[in-house]
């Protein structure tokens, strides 16, 4: 048992160096007091430090004590160094809105990882086994994990190690028994109240009669969609370069499997399958368009696509003054003139006629019911649909400057004016220039 727990750790350089400090977590249950006595055989033989750690969750009453009790005891006698604490469980998942399973581990890892700094350790051992393995793959294959998913509990996340992953609870159990090591029993594990106990108790024994070896297999199978993960995640990585954004056609380009792993590294919070899906949609299509995405906003323009997280602010509206104002990062110019009949394309200048000017010009955001009739459409539109067709992304339209007058919208920068205020040569006409551009 000790030289497969170590070849396993070696397999995945969990254990630190000598005079380093593995933290321990013990609950007092068979898994985790097999992985303690293990580990302390592996400490006189590799030299590093052994510390453990208990987290009363205040589930179970007095069970719950005599657990801490237990485990300190154990250690005691053993000459381990033990930390304990404990957490009202039930009450922060309430506090929450979370159910108790994962109210549990929140509050059991922050104890943990404040309990590895305080005791100088640089590991966290965790004694999940191949039976905890097989349950949670066939728990994330019933919501419909990918690969990722199901490649189960990984070996090693950062500071925390599993080096009993390998061993079912069979082997664990047989060989506490044999040496005579006493462990508790979690009486919760019998009831029907958590879906990891369903799946324990009436779905996994099915499944051990078509193949007795059925939790090995599955961490077997576990592994190798782990190295196939790890191979696209490198691929997309790859893909994307470091950078922050990426060519929308060149990635809608990729094989699904490599073009999903990158849109998910560029997303600044995870996204499901469905919002992927539809932004390498997009990004096949390649316009320019805004996504809202799960806690950002996917911006694809000019062919690129970046991830914006939050809302632009919205400016505030301002009155024009002749000369020089700033606007949003605009530099705007209100002057006089005669009009010469010159048309200006890139509707950054515009013209007004000054008899047709109801009070003061202002540039603000566009307003609900804003509406244009642009100088040669004949048609009068919602600045809401032509922003739609003009494919402005939906969280800068907010800064697009709108020149109006007490009358309502004059002119929209990048799109053009309304016919309201169109000169003819020789008349005297206010101009308005625009000179900058939208920050997202």
Known sequence: MLTRFLAYADKYHMLPDPGEGVLAAVS?????????????????????????AHFDHMLRGAESRRDAEFTENLCRDRGIPCVTGRGDVAAFAAERGLGCEEAGRILRYGFLRRAMAESGCVRIATAHSADDNAETVLMRLARGAGTRGLSGIPPVRGEIIRPLLWATRAEIEAWLRERGIPHTEDSTNALDLYARNRVRQKVVPVLRELNPRFAESVSAAAELLREDDRCLQDMADAFLSGKSRAEAKALAALPRAVASRAVRALAPVPQDRA?????????????DTELGMHGCRAVIEGGSLRFVTGSSPVPEAVSLAPGENRYAG?????????????????FTTFLFKKDSVCGTISVRPRRPGDSIRLRGRCVTKSLKKLYNEAHIARGLRDTVPVAADEAGVLAVWSLGSDERGAPEPGDPVWIIEFEGEINA
Request: with cysteine; charged share 30%; proline share 0%.
């Open 28 to 52: 007092g249950g068979a898994d985790s007091v097999c992985m303690l006595f293990l580990l302390a055989e592996a400490a006189k033989e590799r030299g590093f430090l052994l510390r453990a």
């Open 275 to 287: 919002h992927v899906d539809a932004l390498l949609d997009a990004c096949r299509e390649g316009r």
């Open 330 to 346: 605009f530099t705007v110019r209100l002057g006089e003139g005669i009009a010469d009949g010159r048309i200006h394309k890139s």
